[in-house]
């Protein structure tokens, strides 16, 4: 069959002329990637030796090779992490990232394999159980974009709280194991003491799993019962609880040359701003004397006016007496 395409294209191609490599490339320049994958995908599917071409390009980019795993325990080693991958082929480097003050594990790590075939197969294990915690990967051009992060994870993660301290991680993915296939979980453990936190996390890859385990009424595991509902939820819970309202220091800024509030004043000249030096004190003789009011207004005649006698009141009204100073006063009649 496959000597039967190549007669007929031979045979095309004697009644054509086949376009040069260039002439090729400028057909293919303009065309947008959807479609030349497409284009590849199909000449590779029909010959071998395209196929063969694209898998070698491929595999020399370590694009197609290197792993990002993360849900590391803070205890794992590079080495430990090398050698859980190692099962899927040979690898070219793999090592735990740690933090260069605190020379503590980061929790996540990255594997890049000698072959694309070896990615491949890790991938297809995509969970694995590493010292106790269940580490996951995807390819390390995705990064945390890769599976676990796709729309339904908020309905696919669960906070599983009031756990017991002697619950590990296997105990914990045991339990929650017969519900439905989980990707990711483990126990939160505290970096200094590795120490159970008395909660945990499960993802599982359908969201009709993760309703299972929250409708479940068994919520009782090592003798206690736990709290099981989306990890989503508790998150928004616990940062109005353990969180109060923060009290943000306001600081309102001032003209130039003013001293902030809280510092001291500065003995020096505030910038922006310009004093004037000195003055001398003003003399006497710089300026006149106000005159006093006498010599600017003449005095008056003293105008005396004749005594007015006092008569009677008539008509019921109370008779009229003189007060202090000579002026007159009523008494009420009683």
Avoid at 221 to 247: C, F, M, W, Y
Avoid at 253 to 266: D, E, L
């Amino acid at each position: 069959m496959e000597d039967m395409k190549k007669r007929k294209l031979g045979e095309a191609a004697g009644d054509e002329e086949i376009p040069s490599e260039e002439e090729l490339r400028l057909l293919l320049d303009p065309l947008p990637k959807p479609q030349l994958v497409h284009l590849l995908s199909k000449l590779g599917s029909q010959y071998p030796s395209i196929a063969e071409e694209i898998r070698s390009i491929a595999s020399a980019d370590p694009v197609h090779r290197k792993l990002f795993v993360r849900g590391l325990a803070w205890n794992t080693t590079s080495e430990t992490l090398y050698a859980a991958f190692l099962v899927h082929g040979e690898i070219e480097e793999g090592a735990v990232i740690f933090d260069k003050a605190t020379g503590k594990s980061r929790g996540y790590g990255f594997i890049t394999y000698k072959h694309m075939d070896s990615a491949q197969s890790a991938l297809r294990a995509q969970s694995k159980m590493i010292d106790g915690r269940l580490a996951v990967c995807n390819l390390a051009c995705e990064g945390l974009s890769g599976a676990s992060t796709t729309q339904d994870l908020t309905q696919r993660k669960l906070y599983i709280g009031g756990l017991s301290p002697d619950i590990t991680s296997e105990k914990l993915l045991s339990f929650f194991g017969k519900h439905g296939e989980i990707e990711e979980g483990s126990v939160a453990y505290d970096k200094d003491t590795n120490e159970s936190r008395g909660f945990g996390f499960v993802t599982y890859r359908t969201v009709d799993a993760a309703k299972k385990a929250i409708d479940d009424p068994n919520k009782m595991l090592g003798g206690r019962n736990i709290i099981v509902k989306l990890a989503d939820s508790h998150k928004g819970k616990s940062l109005q609880t353990l969180l109060p309202t923060a009290e943000v220091p306001m600081s309102f800024p001032m003209a130039a040359g003013y001293p902030q509030p809280g510092s001291a004043h500065a003995s020096t000249t505030p910038v922006g701003y310009t004093y004037p030096q000195t003055v001398a004190s003003y003399t006497a003789s710089a300026y006149p004397s106000v005159p006093a009011p006498h010599a600017l207004y003449p005095a008056q005649p003293q105008i005396s006016y004749p005594p007015v006698a006092l008569k009677e009141e008539s008509l019921g009204f109370p008779s009229t007496q003189v007060g202090i100073g000579g002026y007159p006063y009523y008494i009420s009649k009683q």
